[in-house]
């Protein structure tokens, strides 16, 4: 970064140096072309009047170097002194002669073909001093950029170096706050998530050691403590696949998955828990094919038909229809009222906590699709009504 100001500043400088030079040598010969001409014509006005006085003889004398003179009188007597100076770019002036005859005098105009030495000088040192000023007004420009970056690494309070950063920097801090605060939320949830489970497990467990439990006890009481340690398993799996596509995670080696293919698969795996509460599950449409993570599409897919099976009512459907570019996934269950519909993808957010937790759900679910579907350029939509059902669609590019 230093460097490339340094070079912008550099070319600048120079452009900006050459271009004044340039400006200024035109004004300078305009100038002394100008002063030539008023010598020209004074001096060619004053050797009119020699002629008219002395005569001819008068000029070889009285014209100075470098000025060529020719006079031509009205009898067709003509005369020249000096030498015509080369066409290339001259000074004329002319003088009446009292006879009725003119004289005309020609010097060569003024140029800088003998600064040219002198210019070429003044632009290097104007090249050198413009290479040290860029370099010095760099490294002042982006030290306020190194201040921003050391102020947020030592305590985290930013402060603006420019009054210009000052929007960037309530940005960053707004953002980094924000993200703070959602970390936070995401430990505490975690924790208290991972704990209730852990509690009554080691609540049971004691019993059992302390020989407080009847020998009818034990069976049941082992059960619970299975089902809470299957929850949270299944709570640690959900957290570290969150995390794992939270670490920015691209599609490694991305292949084309059947999406038809892959739904009937997991319907297929679902069927016994969807028997369980007299729950169809159908299938149906077309192929499609979706490049990327067969595993990750596979559980997005999962999750969304578990939660079709999860949140119906007995004997209810579950109908997924994999389209052109889309898939959906639709039940006729509960239903999520409006003001639930937008927060339902927030990681641990769930509409009614026991019946979540009850079915066996983490409450991360829909996060993990959300992620998915992204990732692999897929949009969420969603069209729910209370105790008509819900219709999640995810449609791919
Ligand atoms: P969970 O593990 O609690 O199911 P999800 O992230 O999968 O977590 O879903 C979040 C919440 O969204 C659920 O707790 C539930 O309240 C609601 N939800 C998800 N899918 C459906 C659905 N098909 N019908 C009704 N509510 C649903």
């Given at each position: 970064m230093n460097e490339k100001i340094t070079l912008h500043l550099f070319y600048t400088a120079v452009a900006a140096a050459i271009i004044a030079l340039a400006a200024g040598c035109l004004v300078i010969l305009g100038g002394v072309r100008q002063q030539a001409r008023i010598r020209l014509d004074r001096q060619a006005a004053a050797l009119g009047e020699a002629f008219d006085r002395?005569?001819?003889?008068?000029l070889e004398t009285l014209t100075p170097e470098g000025v060529y003179l020719s006079f031509r009188l009205p009898d067709g007597t003509s005369g020249t002194v000096g030498e015509l100076p080369e066409d290339r770019g001259v000074l004329t002036a002319q003088a009446a002669l009292s006879g009725g005859g003119t004289l005309e005098a020609i010097a060569e105009a003024p140029d800088l073909d003998g600064s040219y030495g002198e210019i070429a000088v003044i632009v290097l040192a104007v090249a050198a001093m413009a290479a040290v000023a860029a370099a010095f007004r760099a490294r002042a420009i982006v030290k306020p950029i190194r201040v921003l970056a050391d102020s947020v690494d030592r305590d985290g309070a930013i402060t603006a170096p420019?009054?210009?950063?000052e929007p960037l920097v309530r940005q960053l801090q707004s953002s980094r706050s924000s993200e703070q605060d959602m970390r936070q939320e995401f430990t505490a949830n975690v924790t208290h998530e991972l704990k209730t489970p852990l509690t009554t497990i080691s609540g049971y467990a004691e019993m059992i050691a302390n020989g407080m439990a009847r020998p009818n006890d034990v069976k049941p009481f082992a059960e619970k403590i299975h089902a809470e340690s299957s929850r949270m398993l299944m709570l640690v799996n959900d957290i570290l696949e969150l995390s794992r596509l939270d670490s920015g995670e691209t599609l490694e080696n991305p292949e084309p998955v059947d999406m038809l293919a892959l739904s009937m698969e997991c319907a297929d795996q679902l069927s016994a828990l969807a028997e369980k509460r007299g729950i169809q599950i159908h299938v149906s449409g077309s192929a499609m094919t979706v490049v990327g993570d067969e595993r990750k599409l596979w559980e997005m897919l999962y999750n969304l038909m578990e939660n079709a099976i999860r949140y119906n009512r007995e004997n209810g459907r579950v109908d997924v229809v994999v389209s052109d570019r889309a898939v959906t996934v639709k039940d006729t269950g509960i239903g999520i009222s409006p003001e639930h519909q937008k927060r339902?993808?927030?990681?641990?957010?769930?509409?009614d906590k026991s019946h979540s937790r009850a079915t066996?759900?983490?409450?991360?679910g829909l996060s993990i699709v959300k992620h998915v579907a992204e990732m692999h350029g897929g949009k969420i939509s969603l069209k729910s009504a209370l105790n008509a059902g819900t219709e999640i669609t995810v449609n791919f590019t």
């Open positions: 002395y005569g001819p003889e008068s420019y009054p210009e950063m339902i993808f927030e990681r641990f957010y769930r509409v066996g759900g983490t409450g991360l």
